[in-house]
């Protein structure tokens, strides 16, 4: 075979890029006249010539670069590859990203705004106009803003794909409505997070790692699959040890040097027996903890009257955690003992560079699961591993949000439909609950939008979201924007046509390694028709039929709401370079490029380019090291104008400059250090004692809703995972594609070869799995890969839809039939299973899988973890042999029993109603739209 010799080119960043064969990787110099043989044509050598366009990838929130592929004979994308130029990805993507094309082509997809005609959920729909969408929403929203109405707009988001836009819109209404999806996601994760340093994401260096333990294999199958899976990657073969913590051998776990399948929810336990081995073996970083955790605060408040040294707090802390020896973490999770202590000692000899990561999985999973991320963080603590190169940082250190041009004011408005009395540390906002506080008479909506999110499919309890959805007194009005139908547009008012990854701008930056960067999602279409001459004044005129942006449509429609000023909403939309003209969309990025990313100008001069026809050009940019430093930040020395007018307090050594701790003296230095209330890692939480919760002051285990001793095996007990994700799939938009379809189309329940025969299951056998308030039927899988007395089933297959040839992809749904069969009892059951179809595509009538997978999620009850405000999603469920009346997709729900269920986790929380202080949640804590302090008061105190 004749090797491809290695070619080599230089990134705008510097780095040096290295390719076998650049034919297939264009250098961007002829990206503008790009000639390839058509692959159809052949044997005939027939030339076909393309513009490329880079954008970015929308299928998961990696954001990793794509090259759009413009064929100059038809106008249309040809294809999608990876944009070497992309800092995260590279030049390479997941199956996803190229899937992008069979969005863009999808014979099923919705071209123009739909309104519906006949009631709610009837499926009945016409087409309308963007001008009469803008009106109605635009009215309604109005007459909520004038009647200070402000909780009863909303904005529910699924998958975000920007930093920072929508914060800004709502703001500018001077509306709290901002909800999103995040407390089925990735909540209890963060706040584990955001208790000990104030930022609720970890950023690991994998690719300089000497060991690496992730918890779960959830994100590296999923969210940021392939930036980070490349780096765990480069970190091997640099001799890294990876360790994967899943009850699944999931596809990370098999790379793997040790596969940990821990009984889910005692992590926490491994991890706190962990800890303690590296205390006792005194393979902690000293001096880091010394300077960097806020032991004195601990010792201070909890051991007054013993020495407040350093010493005695390193014995505390072996005396604290006395319980967790190898033999009880091995009897919590079913590890051996000796693995528990090799991989400590491991992490231990690591040192500054043990990188570390979790994010669903078990945090997701179980009651308390936030104690997992805690303790996870405590050993990168230990280690002193925060921030340093093959550690793990807050992403906030390797993420880049730039400002626009003008922000609005924090809005004075508080909503209770999204941060409850009940969940005052909620780390975001209590979604699950919306239909139940509607439903209590909590509130009602008067303009309701769903953005790029199902909650009916995805949520818990979905059927307590038709629920709501059909009600024309808690839902006045709603708006679905998605790119794809689903099962949640199936009951709006509206169904609006957003783009896809290469229908629409975004700006991105995320936490895939230690460095920032942006990157620069556009239109392809209407770039290649701008490029060629001709004037588009909004993206739907270039995308397919009248698909649009949310980005323009947001700014439509604040000038429509406010069209002469007069609310001091219009003022956010105006044009910052024509004074008082309507922003257009490439305005808003150009202010950006120019003025608030670090080295972009220069780096566009040097091309003889402004910044905004940089970004077009590449899609992407990374900030020099020199402007924008990633590693341990929090040793930014405080500059002089820092401290003018500031105190330092001389017990803590806090500097406080207007009633802010902006600051720690540390070794005589004034640092920056972390954006907690002690500048400090924080140990020891003062917020988790002031507000209720003083027996998890410190990291501690909490025993999971699905604790093994919680399990009867003989009564056919198990405990199901259903949070894991086939990396091929996207959570419910990837019904249309095909190409990822064809890899994946099916979710049977995985079960163990012992539980298999207790149970009396084989493979491809029906099985019932039954929950607390309903049951689904679905194929059993056998497999190794599971630990025994655990089951699982992936939440990415099971679409439906309630209408022959509309309401949900044909690619990937069931036919059903669903209602209710009498109070409060939902059936569901497939009248057809997934089939060919006519349609523009071929393919459609290829279609060769015939059962497309089974929904599970209806059949769970919301789980509010009473603290973080996460739904835990492992459930307690029976696994028994289908009955004789049993169909393959069936579904059962009692909503009778999921309200009992609601009200049992509500009766869980501790609301904190009568401080002193009056506020309902502590300043200092993060959310996703932050009002104004004010709003953080009661208004009747
Ligand atoms: S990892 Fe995510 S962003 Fe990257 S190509 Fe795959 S789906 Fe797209």
Known sequence: MTEIPLQHHIAPSGEQITVRDLASCPPPERWQDWVEYDARAWPRKVEKRYEIIPTICFNCEAACGLLAYVDKETSRVKKFEGNPYHPG???????KGPATINQVDDPERILYPLKRTGKRGEGKWERTTWDEVLETFARKIRAAIIEDRHDEVMYHVGRPGHDGYMERVLGAWGIDGHNSHTNVCSSSARFGYQVWCGADRPSPDHANARFILLISSHLETGHYFNPQAQRIIEGKMKGAKLAVMDPRLSNTASMADYWLPTWPGSETAVLLAMARIILVEKLYNCEYLCRWVNWQEYMAAEHPNKPQTFDCYIELLIDLYAEFTPAFAAQESGLSEETIIDIARQVGHAGTAFAAHTWRAATAGNLGGWQVSRALWFLSVLTG????????????????????????????????????????????????????FL????????????????????????????????NEQQVELHAALTPVWSETAWYADYVLPMGVGSERHDLMSQETHAGRWIGFRQPVLRVYKERNGEHVQYTYQANPGEVWEEDEFWIELSWRIDPDGSLGIRKYFESPYRPGQKLTIEEYYRWIFENSVPGLPQ????????????????????????????????????KPADLEGAQIDELSGKIIRNDTTIGMMVDGKAYEGFPTPSRKLEFYSPTLKEWGWPEYAIPSYIRSHVHHAAMNHDKSEYLLIPTFRLPTLIHTRSGNAKWLYEISNANPVWIHPTDAERIGVQTGDLVRVTTEIGYYVNR????????????????????????????TDRWSSALVELGKTQDGIWRMRQLQGTLPFESADPDSSRIFWREGGVHQNLTFPVHPDPVSGMHCWHQKVTVEPAYPEDSYGDVYVDTNKAYKVYKDWLAMTRPQTHRPDSLRRPLWMIRPYRPAASAFKKQDS
């Open 89 to 95: 990805s590279r030049g390479r993507n997941c199956a």
């Open 385 to 436: 591993s925060i921030g340093t190169p093959g550690g793990t940082a807050p992403n906030t250190w390797n993420k880049f949000v730039p400002a626009p041009f003008i922000k609005p004011s924090p809005s004075e408005v508080w909503n209770e439909l999204l941060f409850p009395p009940e969940y005052p540390l909620a780390n975001y906002e209590m979604s699950i609950l919306l239909p139940y």
């Open 439 to 470: 439903c209590e008479g909590r509130g009602k909506l008067a303009a309701y939008f769903t953005r790029v999110y199902n909650p009916v499919w995805t949520n818990p309890d979905g059927t307590r979201w038709i629920e709501m959805l059909t």
């Open 603 to 638: 780096a566009a001069a040097k091309e003889h380019l402004s910044p905004l026809e940089y970004m077009r050009k590449y899609g992407a940019f990374e900030i020099p090291q020199e402007q924008a430093p990633v590693f341990t930040l929090n040793e930014r020395e405080l």
């Open 780 to 807: 059993a899988w056998i497999t190794d890969g599971i630990r025994p007395g655990i089951v699982a089933c992936s939440h990415h297959l099971g679409r439906w839809r309630l209408d022959t040839s509309q309401g």
